[in-house]
């Protein structure tokens, strides 16, 4: 679900100097995947103003010298260079070639001069990273892709991520999550600048829903950040995933990392981007995921050895992130999945997955709250992410899943 803050729906902020609202500077980097390149590219620089769809004026800007090498080793010469995004009303980073490198100071510059004479600026996917660079995300939401979160976190403690969403809009910033994400912040710019029908218009044309409802939450992977490695509390945290079917709760965690709760609230933020009650609570959710998928445990079986304290804990946190009751998730997977699959990946989750032991009377981690997708990786046999037959017609869809156009 899109983040359309108070500030996005105030007036824009007047352009100086030679910008103009209409005109989208979209700035290239060498290394960048094309993937990512070609959709402000798709969006903002083709004439579809027969299908009703308003037309832009679009910039491509070469953040350094060229020619620019992409995926597959294509060279592509941008045709402007940083000069010409003084005169866009938008400007748009669609992706950084690197997490770890730094991108180039003349490019920063520029963007910071554009946002200070009133100009929109977008990050799509790891764009993030170039626009906290530039100090363009401090004190502000943002996300990016989940997978990149945690870092983007990290390495700019004053930006606040939030690793849920499809994209963030935050006024005159706005970033999105990974790859298909840019296409959805790229329809929301449209319908922001022109309305609904106009969005529309353009949705149907690039064959694409207008609106995608739910967050990352349902792409999340079981891997835990590369960062978390080396630090104190990866310890904490194996021992955390080790122990998921049993009742326990922050502070139980808080206290094995010899810390209060603060600080280990502070520090378990700043390493994963995101709250520890809500790590906890996810990697509940992904575990009964799994044994729903490759089990033939109850629903309140598997509650308990996920480490709910009720099978009402575990529906009422499994719809707030999945959009699905946990026997209905079950049966729509069942019912695509070919015969026997589940089947031989269930005596794999059975010696993953301890049994339900005694309660600690440990007050438990069911409170309510929203999930955020830094996961971690509990053994083998994950089956939970759509294969190449999702789409297959006949075969019903995974709740949350988008049917087929």
Same mark, same amino acid.
């Given at each position: 679900?899109?983040?359309?803050?108070?500030?996005?729906?105030?007036?824009?902020?007047? %352009?100086?100097?030679?910008?103009?609202?209409?005109?989208?500077?979209?700035?290239?980097?060498?290394?960048?995947?094309?993937?990512?390149?070609?959709?402000?590219?798709?969006?903002?620089?083709? @004439?579809?103003?027969?299908?009703?769809?308003?037309?832009?004026?679009?910039?491509?800007?070469? !953040?350094?010298?060229?020619?620019?090498?992409?995926?597959?080793?294509?060279?592509?010469?941008?045709?402007?260079?940083?000069?010409?995004?003084?005169?866009? !009303?938008?400007? /748009? /980073?669609?992706?950084?070639?690197?997490?770890?490198? +730094?991108?180039?100071?003349?490019?920063?510059?520029?963007?910071?001069?554009? &946002?200070?004479?009133?100009?929109?600026?977008?990050?799509?996917?790891?764009?993030?990273?170039?626009?906290?660079?530039?100090?363009?995300?401090?004190?502000?939401?943002?996300?990016? &892709?989940?997978?990149?979160?945690?870092?983007?976190?990290?390495?700019?403690?004053?930006?606040?991520? @939030?690793?849920?969403?499809?994209?963030?809009?935050?006024?005159?910033?706005?970033?999105?999550?990974?790859?298909?994400? !840019?296409?959805?912040?790229?329809?929301?710019?449209?319908?922001?600048?022109?309305?609904?029908?106009?969005?529309?218009?353009?949705?149907?044309?690039?064959?694409?829903?207008?609106?995608?409802?739910?967050?990352?939450?349902?792409?999340?992977?079981?891997? %835990?950040?590369?960062?978390?490695?080396?630090?104190? %509390?990866?310890?904490?945290?194996?021992?955390?995933?080790?122990?998921?079917?049993?009742?326990?709760?922050?502070?139980?965690?808080?206290?094995?990392?010899?810390?209060?709760?603060?600080?280990? @609230?502070?520090?378990?933020?700043?390493?994963?981007?995101?709250?520890?009650?809500?790590?906890?609570?996810?990697?509940?959710?992904?575990?009964?995921?799994?044994?729903?998928?490759?089990?033939?445990?109850?629903?309140?079986?598997?509650? !308990?050895?996920?480490?709910?304290?009720?099978?009402?804990?575990?529906?009422?946190?499994?719809?707030?992130?999945?959009?699905?009751?946990?026997?209905?998730?079950?049966?729509?997977?069942?019912?695509?999945? +070919?015969?026997?699959?589940?089947?031989?990946?269930?005596? /794999?989750?059975?010696?993953?997955?301890?049994?339900?032991?005694?309660?600690?009377?440990?007050?438990?981690?069911?409170?309510?709250? *929203?999930? /955020?997708?830094?996961? *971690?990786?509990?053994?083998?046999?994950?089956?939970?992410?759509?294969?190449? @037959?999702?789409?297959? +017609?006949?075969?019903?869809?995974?709740?949350?899943?988008?049917?087929? +156009?």
């Amino acid at each position: 679900m899109s983040q359309d803050s108070a500030a996005a729906t105030e007036a824009a902020r007047k %352009l100086t100097g030679r910008r103009r609202r209409e005109v989208v500077a979209v700035l290239l980097f060498s290394g960048g995947p094309i993937f990512e390149s070609s959709i402000p590219l798709s969006v903002f620089g083709i @004439d579809r103003q027969d299908a009703g769809v308003p037309r832009y004026r679009l910039l491509v800007c070469g !953040g350094e010298e060229g020619p620019l090498r992409t995926t597959g080793g294509l060279e592509l010469t941008a045709p402007y260079g940083l000069e010409a995004i003084s005169r866009a !009303g938008t400007v /748009v /980073v669609p992706a950084w070639r690197s997490i770890t490198s +730094p991108p180039p100071a003349e490019a920063l510059d520029a963007l910071r001069r554009a &946002h200070e004479e009133g100009a929109r600026i977008v990050g799509l996917c790891t764009g993030a990273f170039v626009l906290a660079a530039a100090g363009l995300l401090d004190g502000r939401p943002a996300t990016t &892709h989940w997978m990149y979160a945690p870092t983007l976190a990290k390495r700019y403690p004053s930006v606040h991520v @939030d690793p849920r969403e499809l994209f963030v809009d935050d006024g005159d910033v706005l970033t999105s999550a990974g790859t298909a994400a !840019g296409i959805d912040l790229c329809l929301h710019i449209v319908r922001t600048d022109h309305g609904t029908e106009a969005a529309g218009a353009l949705a149907r044309r690039l064959v694409v829903p207008p609106r995608r409802s739910g967050g990352q939450e349902r792409y999340l992977d079981r891997s %835990l950040p590369e960062e978390i490695g080396s630090d104190p %509390l990866a310890e904490v945290v194996a021992w955390a995933l080790e122990h998921l079917h049993e009742q326990f709760d922050v502070e139980t965690l808080a206290a094995r990392a010899y810390m209060s709760r603060r600080t280990f @609230d502070r520090r378990f933020r700043s390493l994963t981007g995101s709250a520890p009650l809500q790590w906890l609570i996810t990697q509940r959710v992904l575990q009964a995921q799994r044994l729903l998928e490759t089990s033939d445990y109850s629903v309140d079986e598997v509650a !308990g050895r996920c480490g709910f304290r009720s099978p009402v804990a575990l529906r009422g946190h499994f719809r707030r992130q999945l959009g699905s009751s946990p026997a209905a998730y079950r049966a729509a997977f069942r019912a695509r999945r +070919p015969q026997g699959v589940a089947e031989s990946a269930a005596t /794999v989750v059975e010696t993953m997955v301890p049994s339900q032991g005694p309660p600690s009377g440990r007050r438990g981690s069911s409170l309510s709250s *929203a999930a /955020v997708p830094v996961a *971690a990786s509990v053994g083998s046999g994950e089956l939970s992410l759509p294969g190449p @037959d999702a789409y297959v +017609p006949g075969r019903p869809a995974l709740p949350g899943q988008r049917s087929a +156009p």
